[in-house]
């Protein structure tokens, strides 16, 4: 096939994969008089930016595209993308638990989805999950799930398309580092290990940090593939753009999907409009086009007006505070020792070549700054907006390898590949704990699809999940509310 009609379908594939989820939020949540109008302007805006990569040729591959190791890559995408759990078809793991609750409610219940007394409504980052939730309620709950199945194949594959178009060529690296790399987990839970650290094979390693956490792509398949696959498309397709004319589109269309990795991908993107006026001052007006103009009024305008109803940001966990002034120098060993091992130890191997990029110092600075802000109750913050940052690094260190190992210097390139295997120990761990747990549940007949928490009582009455519906989005922009019994107190009940 010639390859400027590869970039032509890849082109129309990638918008439509990350504005559907949008356009179906609009024309399910918004009452008919904006959301027509709206749609309307997001899909045009999504045809003008498609027209720009075409025109630019920013989503073609420039060298041979090898097909059977683009054949070979599809099969390892869906073999990674089945047994992470997305779907239901192997074992999953705890965070399935809320995932798949909200799903069934996307399918089950009436959109907007809130509370039978009508007070609460589901206020979370949903988009991943819109387009199966559709399938889901025309032909069925198991009929979505698999559609959300092949949705994130997809995606991961679509991932590895930019991932190729930006290195300019087909084949298996991209795959295999998004598998297996991960910060030097292992180290420092033998660190810790201590203090009661499981070293089991199959075991989640990656908070030996206690309350701070950068996420291994494929923890971020297995736990929250809702918010890292989108941020990944979104990631990837923001670094290959030749100009800035569909950045802030494509910033606003990862709102709804990726709502805190979205807020890691701003700098990134800043970063790059940067260096495109610096290249020629003029370009510094190739921002404000039509397409990005939509995206930051209409999408970002509608995403923020319904995801700032979720309030529990506002919720600051106190136990890294109190844990700072009980033993501050106990709290600064571990940062630092966090540091390295998450990403310091390969700046070593990455920074002759990519010392004098300023995205290379923004990474460092974003890496350095995640871990210390703490928004919401948890360490969400940190392990979500450093997902952009992170896929980032790890396109530098496919880099660094591949020259390591044509420099010559042989010592340097082992210990590196050392350093890669212990961080792979951590993305092993996930693949092994969820292929030992689904043959021991299918011999004992047990059912491999995680239990589900309440609806009503656990997502709709919880504040990392939902909010109040007499905000501006439901007020206004929502469809008028259905509600089913104005006495429902909160209390769980049989539905549950």
Request: aromatic residues 16%.
């Amino acid at each position: 096939m010639n390859k400027d009609k590869v970039g032509i379908y890849a082109s129309i594939l990638i918008y439509l994969y990350l504005a559907l989820p949008v356009i179906i939020f609009m024309a399910g949540w918004l009452k008919w008089y904006w959301a027509l109008p709206f749609c309307l302007l997001t899909v045009y805006a999504c045809i003008r930016g498609f027209t720009e990569s075409v025109r630019t040729r920013c989503l073609a591959i420039k060298g041979r595209v090898n097909w059977k190791t683009v054949l070979a890559v599809f099969f390892l995408i869906v073999l990674w993308v089945f047994l992470s759990g997305v779907g239901g078809f192997c074992y999953q793991n705890s965070d399935h638990a809320v995932r798949n609750a909200i799903f069934r409610a996307l399918v089950e219940r009436s959109w907007p989805v809130i509370s039978y007394n009508g007070k609460r409504g589901l206020i979370y980052y949903i988009g991943f999950w819109l387009p199966a939730a559709c399938i889901g309620k025309i032909f069925g709950l198991e009929a979505g799930y698999a559609v959300q199945l092949i949705w994130a194949v997809l995606g991961v594959f679509i991932t590895y398309y930019l991932i190729c178009v930006y290195r300019g060529k087909t084949d298996l690296l991209p795959i295999v580092f998004l598998i297996f790399f991960s910060g030097l987990d292992y180290v420092g839970t033998c660190i810790y290990a201590g203090e009661g650290m499981d070293l089991s094979l199959a075991a989640h390693l990656e908070w030996w940090a206690e309350n701070i956490q950068f996420t291994s792509t494929t923890s971020q398949l297995f736990w929250v593939f809702n918010q890292a696959i989108p941020a990944w498309v979104a990631t990837m397709l923001i670094l290959v753009q030749k100009n800035s004319k569909s950045m802030l589109f494509l910033l606003a269309l990862s709102m709804l999907t990726s709502t805190i990795p979205f807020v890691g991908l701003i700098p990134i993107a800043i970063c790059l409009y940067i260096r495109f006026v610096r290249e020629d001052r003029s370009r510094w007006k190739e921002v404000f086009t039509f397409q990005n103009v939509v995206g930051v009024i209409v999408i970002g305008g509608v995403s923020f007006l319904y995801l700032i109803g979720n309030i529990s940001g506002n919720e600051i966990g106190q136990a890294e505070v109190s844990a700072v002034s009980a033993e501050p120098a106990a709290v600064l060993l571990r940062y630092l020792l966090f540091y390295f091992l998450e990403f310091g130890i390969y700046l070593c191997f990455i920074w002759k070549y990519r010392r004098k990029d300023p995205l290379f110092w923004l990474l460092i600075g974003i890496l350095t700054v995640c871990p210390l802000i703490r928004v919401g109750s948890g360490a969400d913050f940190c392990m979500r907006a450093s997902v952009p940052a992170l896929l980032v690094l790890m396109i530098f260190c496919m880099e660094a390898f591949e020259k390591r190992r044509q420099d010559g210097k042989r010592g340097v390139f082992v210990a590196y590949c050392v350093v890669l295997l212990l961080g792979a120990i951590t993305p092993f761990n996930e693949i092994h704990r969820t292929i030992k747990t689904s043959v021991q549940r299918i011999a004992n007949g047990e059912a491999l699809r995680h239990w589900e928490v309440g609806i009503e009582g656990d997502i709709l009455k919880s504040g990392n999940f939902s909010g109040e519906t007499d905000g501006v989005f439901y007020r206004i922009l929502a469809k008028p509310l259905l509600v089913i019994d104005e006495d429902w107190d909160g209390e769980i009940t049989n539905e549950d």
